[in-house]
Every structure is written in C-alpha cells, then in structure tokens.
Nanobody
C-alpha cells in the first residue's frame, strides 16, 4: 500500500523559508500525482499546490503563487514544497496526498486524492 511521509515543518519567522518533503513508498509505476494541502485550526483543508506524475505540470493556490515552488525527484520518490516569504497566514498542518489519476483543474480538490500523509506542522510567527 502506498505510504506518504511528510517532513520539514517547523517554526519560522515571517519572511522566512522552509522546504517540506513528501517521501512516497509502496506504489507501482507510473509515479502518482502529488498534492500539497494545509489546514489551519478551525478551517477547512485547502489545496496549496500540486504536481503531475512527470513533474511537467504544476499548479498553485493564488495565495501562494510566486512564493511557493513544488518539484519532484522521482529517482528519490520524493516531492518538495519550497516555501519562501512565509506569512503568519501560512500557518497550519501541511499534508501531501497522492492520486493515480488527476485531471487538470482537479489538483486543489482533496476528494480527488487517494492516500494521505500524516502531516507536518508549519508555524509562522515572530
């Protein structure tokens, strides 16, 4: 069974950077599409970014465009989320999720994903 493990979260000051990793195991080729989501206390889970199986197609929520970059290294079965210019409103638990098939436009919808990681906490605070 496919498993996802996130890492890289932590406490950072506003304007700082973090790089999250999502390591995948137990899947069969082709590589799954991966989405990043976050959930703040009292709020619904929201899509942050997604990347296609090959890495050639990416998408971002408007709130993170120009600040976050998603990438993948399929040789290492790992997807990354580089987060720069972090703001307090970026605070939350960040999850990665996988999808065997993902249609363009569906990348920010949690219900399109099959497997989820356990999440990693990101806190942006002075």
């Amino acid at each position: 069974q496919l498993q996802l493990v996130e890492s890289g979260g932590g406490l950072v000051q506003p304007g700082g950077s973090l790089r999250l990793s999502c390591a995948a195991s137990g899947f069969t080729l082709p590589y799954p599409a991966i989405g990043w989501f976050r959930q703040a206390p009292g709020k619904e889970r929201e899509g942050v970014s997604c990347i296609s199986s090959s890495g050639t197609i990416t998408d971002y929520a408007d709130s993170v465009k120009g600040r976050f970059t998603v990438s993948r290294d399929n040789a290492k079965n790992t997807v990354y989320l580089q987060m720069n210019s972090l703001k307090p409103e970026d605070t939350g638990v960040y999850y990665c999720a996988s999808a065997e098939r993902l249609r363009i436009g569906d990348g920010m919808s949690p219900d399109k994903y099959d497997y989820w990681g356990q999440g990693t906490q990101v806190t942006v605070s002075p």
